[in-house]
């Protein structure tokens, strides 16, 4: 069995155990005398020779996603990789302005009042207007709510980028 350690020599585990003589202080695998400039090559020549603890490779800890959940990696990895759509709010006669800022404001995360205020100003004068741009899945969750809450909206894919 050989072991990969940071100085990029392979070392033979049954080299290593034999060299168990060798201990300084009481450390049971060590095969040097002295000190190390990287304390990481005798850690990684210990866990290569320990009997019983599996191989000697020293790996960067594995990223622990918990069931359901995805990485962080992968949630920046998928917006990128989904093309974005705008939500879009429709102007109508039935709700005062102030309800739709407020909803805004619930229903989008970080929506502050003045951009609420201008959306729904927008709204208001042009018939329609850009509450958001996001991938297909938060869109038509934005727009649902929206709609859970009396407003009109839609989604549309967005030309261009976020």
Known sequence: MEAA?????????SRLSNHHHHAVGGERYAIYRGRCPNPAIPMALAAAA???????VLDRPIEKVTPGRQSEFDVRKSRKMTPPYRVLLHNDNYNRREYVVQVLM??????TVDNA????QEAHVNGLSVVIICS???AEDHCTSLRG?????????????C
Do not use: D, F, T
């Open 50 to 56: 320990a009997p019983g603890k599996g191989g000697g």
């Open 149 to 161: 809450n009396g407003l009109r909206s839609s989604i549309e894919p967005a030309s261009g980028g």
């Open 117 to 120: 205020v201008n959306i729904m």
């Open 5 to 13: 350690v940071p100085s990029r020599v392979a070392l033979s585990a």
């Open 106 to 111: 619930k229903v989008i995360p970080g929506m």
């Open 136 to 138: 297909q899945s938060e």
